[in-house]
């Protein structure tokens, strides 16, 4: 079952029950959040702006976790320029990058 806000969903006898993001994860979704269309920032980016340099791996973590249609998840590549992770897949990243401008 997929939620759309910016909580964890975790079914416990049936009845979804949601949990609120962690402090790091908002952090990661809070800055995501404010990268414009047309525009990326790279994991180790999000990292540095969020105060914790060296955690870009736990940022593709974090944003594997959103199920929150507005934190734009798919604005975040690797350093490398190669787009990385994405839940839908890599064809559906590059779609989405492609309508919004990014790639040609």
């Keep these: 079952m997929k939620n759309h806000s910016n909580t964890k969903l975790k079914k416990r006898s049936g009845v979804p029950k949601f949990r609120t993001p962690s402090p790091f994860q908002a952090r990661v979704f809070a800055v995501v959040k404010k990268i414009p269309r047309g525009k990326v920032l790279t994991y180790k980016e999000v990292a540095q702006k969020i105060g914790s340099p060296k955690a870009y791996r736990a940022v593709g973590n974090a944003l594997n976790k959103n199920y ?35 790639l040609k």
């Design 68 to 102: 929150n249609k507005d934190v734009p998840c798919h604005r975040v590549i690797k350093s490398d320029g190669t787009l990385g992770g994405f839940r839908d897949g890599a064809k559906a990243k590059a779609k989405i990058l492609k309508k919004e401008g990014y």
